[in-house]
């Protein structure tokens, strides 16, 4: 009531430039829920592609080129960790990342150096709940999907299963029967291939060798499947809430599968990890139970649905990331808010300025008891 006599309005700009730093396991599809929503949102784009993965980068720079030569608002440079660090110093007004937690957490540092605002998609330890009145079949064909596919690397990749006792023996057979048929390997008849950077081999190899030595079993594939940069297909069960194999991301063909008790128990384990990326629940309670964990995501008796709609936001929480792309939250966060007010007549109770009155104050008074006084 004492601003009736001001318009408002409320408008989302372009911040200007957005440099973005983009991952080698998904080098297009990622980086454009970046690229695409700082393009639409009015800004111009520098793009540094993941090291391992230049050429992709320079070939979506080129064909952006050839659709629309009049605008170069899209430039890619390419190089190791220091050219990253450079476009996070170099005073462009956001950077939108993806990738490891733990390359982010150097990204924000060298970005807290200016002041440069971030978005960071991170690593994930998502989780399978499957209650007992779940679809066992499609749990066990999702379990086996988010685990397996593109070999493990994937941000919202199953690590871990967490299945309700009465339908334990009956998920754990039918995955562990889904995924022996999956084979990793050059030929045409393999579904999977290499794991693509050497070093994620000896994660892989570390977090399995981990898990059994903590006394979980290994009931397909195991440490003895690794070979080169392949990677069968592992499934382990038994394997203690500590080890390595539940804690960090792991990023290969391998999921960990925890008999429970009750839905709480499950509830629980999942909320337990510092990741918070993605969720995927099957029960006729599905919902409830999702609304009980802490995730930026999560689909109920399906798998990682929430990111094929485009409507909906995609990000993580904890030290899965901040900020969000797709949907119209992806587009606000190449964006600053503009407030602004216009004055349409003269206000009858003027408040800022020193020609204000004591019989002022007592009508404001009178106003704030009405609007606000519990008495």
Sequence with gaps: MLTINQAASLEYRPLGVVGVIGPWNYPIFTPLGSISFALAAGNAVV???????????????????????????????TGDGSVGAELCRSGVDKIGFT???????????ACAETLTPVLMECGGKDALILDSTGNVDAAADAAVWGALSNSGQTC??????????DVYDEFLDKTIALASKIRAGSGAQDKIGPITMPSQVDIIRRHLTDAVAKGGRVVLGGPGSISGQYVQPTILVDVPEDSLAVTEETFGPTMTITKVRTMDEAIMHTNASRYALGLSVFSKNGVAIADRIRSGGASVNSYVMYAAIPSLPLGGVGESGFGRVHGADGLKEFTYARASSRQRFPSLLPLTTFRRTARIDSLVKVLIRALHGRH
């Design 156 to 165: 919202l990749g199953i690590e871990r299963v967490y299945v309700h006792e």
């Design 99 to 109: 990738g490891s937690t733990a390359t982010g957490k150097k990204v924000m540092a």
């Design 47 to 77: 793009y540094k592609p993941s090291e391992f993965a230049p050429g992709v980068g320079e070939w979506l720079g080129r064909v952006f080129a050839e659709v629309v030569p009049e605008h170069s608002v899209l430039q890619v440079i």
